[in-house]
């Protein structure tokens, strides 16, 4: 199985304020026949279910503000508030997508400074 | 995004098994799949399995094959899981959640919440 892990577990930021969340695959989730990560970021929010937020590694979903963004160097991928906002506390998720059993990571928590 | 809602909350002894159903009114399982995942409490996401709506066929994570079953019932216009063998670990909040031509989840069911205990 693909293990996904995270970083850091949680953190606070500040309003306004730029948020980085890590998350690495235990091996490469890389199409070579499209050349793209199968990576999927969530949000979920407590009481509810997530929410897709990015898709190969760095595609937003329809709806989700640009201030959201992910990025991907080999293994390691990126999802980066870039200016939090109030309604952005929730936890974090990423997901492999790119062989079965999907697999997620453990979650970030993110919280106003 | 498709709205999926999923049927209520269930208490089961162990043993027992549940049945937790998803539908999506208006709205037919033929051109998408429809996955499983569980939230235990404080745990990560854990994909349970699919049901492919394209051809019919479903494939099951290796750490629930022989327990879970997911089917349509084209009837109803659900895609239900039923989870054999409870255990007190099976507790947890189960989604439905839906995808297309990739395992992207771009809509989820409200949750359900089986609590399993003697």
């Known amino acids: 199985d693909i293990v996904m892990t995270q970083s850091p577990d949680s953190l606070a930021v500040s309003l306004g304020e730029r948020a980085t969340i890590n998350c690495k695959s235990s091996?490469?989730?890389?199409?070579?026949?499209?050349?793209?990560?199968?990576l999927a970021w969530y949000q979920q929010k407590p009481g509810q279910p997530p929410k897709l937020l990015i898709y190969?590694?760095?595609t937003r979903q329809s709806g989700v503000p640009d201030r959201f963004s992910g990025s991907e160097s080999g293994t390691d991928f990126t999802l980066t508030i870039s200016s939090l906002q109030a309604e952005d506390v929730a936890v974090y998720f990423c997901?492999?997508?790119?062989?079965?059993?999907?697999?997620f990571g453990p979650g970030t928590k993110v919280n106003i400074k | 995004q498709v709205h999926l809602v999923q049927s209520g909350a269930e208490m089961k002894k162990p043993g027992a098994s549940v049945r937790v159903s998803c539908k999506a009114p208006?709205?037919?399982?033929?051109?998408?799949?429809i996955h499983w995942v569980r939230q235990a409490p404080g745990q990560r996401l854990e994909w349970m399995g699919w049901?492919?709506?394209?051809?019919?066929?479903?494939k099951y994570s290796q750490k629930f094959q022989g327990r879970v079953t997911i089917t349509r019932d084209t009837s109803a216009n659900t895609a239900d899981m039923e989870l054999s063998s409870l255990r007190s670990a099976d507790t947890a909040v189960y989604y439905c959640?839906?995808?297309?031509?990739?395992?992207?989840?771009?809509?989820w069911g409200q949750g359900t919440v089986v609590t399993v205990s003697s």
């Open positions: 091996q490469s989730v890389l199409s070579i026949s499209n050349n793209k990560n199968y």
């Open positions: 190969w590694a760095s």
């Open positions: 997901q492999q997508y790119y062989t079965t059993p999907l697999t």
């Open positions: 208006g709205y037919t399982f033929s051109s998408s799949a």
């Open positions: 959640a839906r995808s297309s031509d990739f395992p992207i989840f771009d809509s």
């Open positions: 049901f492919n709506g394209v051809n019919g066929n479903t």
